[in-house]
Structures are given as C-alpha cells and as structure tokens.
C-alpha cells in the first residue's frame, strides 16, 4: 500500500513494479487526482489505514516528495503496524557493502558505491550519484543526476537539487537545500539553501512547490 498519489508516487509504483517484490493493493490519499494511479485504485484518505492494517496489508511506502511530511507519515505508519518497504529499480547499482533503509526508494539507473549509507526513508532519485562512504540522512532527497562524490554527508531531510555536485568530504545539514545545478565545495549549515557554481547562500523565497 501507498501513501500519496502525485507525481512521486507514479514513478514509486513503477519501481515496485519492476523490482517485483511487491504487489501493490492501492494508494491511500486524502486528495487524489482521480480513481486511480498508473491502474492501482485509491483506497481513500488516512481513514483507510486502521481497516487496511486489519485486513492483512503488512507493508507500507511512502510515495510523498516532501521530506519533513515523509518523515512523519512514515513515523505514523510504523505506530500504526505497518512496515516500511525498501523499493530498489532493478537498472540501479547498489554495491554488496552499500545499505539502503526502509521506506527508501533507490530509482533507475542509480548508483550507490561502496560503504554508502542511506538512511530510511531516504529518495535516490533517477540517475544519482552517491559515491563511496557517503552517510544520506533519513528522509533525505538526492534528485536526479545529482553527484555527490566520496566521503560527503547529507543530514536528515536535506533536498540535493537536480543535477548538482557536491564536493568530496562535503557535509550538507539538515533540512538544507542545494538548488538545481549547484556546485557544493565546501559545507552546508543545517537549514540553509545554496545555489550557483560555486554554490553560495540564496535568499529564497521559500516556494515548497520549488523542492
Ligand atoms: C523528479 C523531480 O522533479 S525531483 C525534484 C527535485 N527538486 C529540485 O531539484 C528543486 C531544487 N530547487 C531549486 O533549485 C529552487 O530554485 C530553490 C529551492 C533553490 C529556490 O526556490 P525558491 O525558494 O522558490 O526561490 P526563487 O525561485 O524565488 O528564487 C530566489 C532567488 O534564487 C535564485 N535561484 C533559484 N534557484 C536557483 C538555483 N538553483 N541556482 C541559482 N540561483 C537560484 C533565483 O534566480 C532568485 O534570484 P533573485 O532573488 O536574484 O531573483
């Protein structure tokens, strides 16, 4: 089962699908485009979980973009029984030392190099770069053909921007945002947004549709 039925969640369903793991019973969301997604049927808003947990759906994901609002829906899902699935496109590369968490989603042609840490809940989105020894903080978002090179951090929640480039030994903090097409050479204070080449603070405006 999963929660959220954007635009997210149709690549979700497309990566369990490919992986095979799963079989996916429906998509719970208060406010759904229509019936259905990519043919699963929406089940209903949160009201549906208690009844879907008591009729044997066993595993969960969440298929939100949102990083603070994955991190607590997935909060309430384990309270309310449920496990988090880990959803692995079978065209990524994740190295036998590499971990990835639950409730992550490791998308296509990802690669995740050795003694990578990805922390639950954590999207590798299409294409990314997460080279050796990086640590992807829970609920974090690498989007696509970002590249972060070896050795860097990226704590809870963070948002590294489409096609951008962090530096080795970078530590970006939590709840931070690197813009599209950045270049990160040096550290990333805990709630900042940077952008540009090289990357420097940004005065943004805050629009969350922009993350
Ligand atoms: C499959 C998927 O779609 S995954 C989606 C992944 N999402 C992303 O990669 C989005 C990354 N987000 C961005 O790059 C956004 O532009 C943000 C978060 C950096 C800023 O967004 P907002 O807060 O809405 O800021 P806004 O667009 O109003 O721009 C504020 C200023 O920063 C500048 N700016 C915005 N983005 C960038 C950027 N990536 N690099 C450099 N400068 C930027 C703007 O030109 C503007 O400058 P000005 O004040 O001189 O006019």
């Given at each position: ?18 992986q ?16 259905r ?7 209903g ?33 384990r ?15 994740v190295m ?8 992550a989603?490791?998308?296509a042609r990802v690669a ?12 590798l ?15 974090a ?20 921007g ?19 097409g ?27 549709a922009?993350?």
């Amino acid at each position: 089962m999963l929660v959220g039925a954007g635009g997210h969640a149709k690549v979700v369903i497309e990566v369990a699908r490919a992986q095979g793991r799963f079989e996916i019973v429906g998509v719970v969301d208060p406010r759904p485009p229509g019936p259905r997604v990519l043919g699963v049927p929406v089940l209903g808003g949160d009201e549906a979980l208690p009844r879907l947990r008591a009729d044997g759906v066993a595993w969960a994901f969440v298929a939100l973009g949102g990083n603070a609002l994955r991190e607590r829906i997935g909060g309430e899902l384990r309270a309310a029984g449920f496990r988090l699935a880990t959803l692995v496109h079978p065209s990524a590369e994740v190295m036998p030392s590499a971990t990835v968490g639950e409730g992550a989603v490791v998308m296509a042609r990802v690669a995740v190099s050795a003694e990578a840490r990805v922390d639950d809940l954590a999207i590798l989105n299409t294409g990314a770069v997460v080279e050796h020894d990086n640590l992807i903080g829970a609920a974090a978002h690498v989007a696509p053909l970002a590249a972060l090179a070896g050795n860097v951090r990226v704590g809870a929640r963070a948002l590294i921007g489409v096609g951008s480039a962090v530096r080795p030994g970078v530590s970006v903090g939590a709840d931070a945002v690197v813009g599209a097409g950045a270049a990160v050479v040096a550290d990333v204070p805990a709630g900042a947004t940077v952008g540009g080449v090289p990357a420097r603070p940004l005065r943004a405006r805050g629009g969350a549709a922009a993350r």
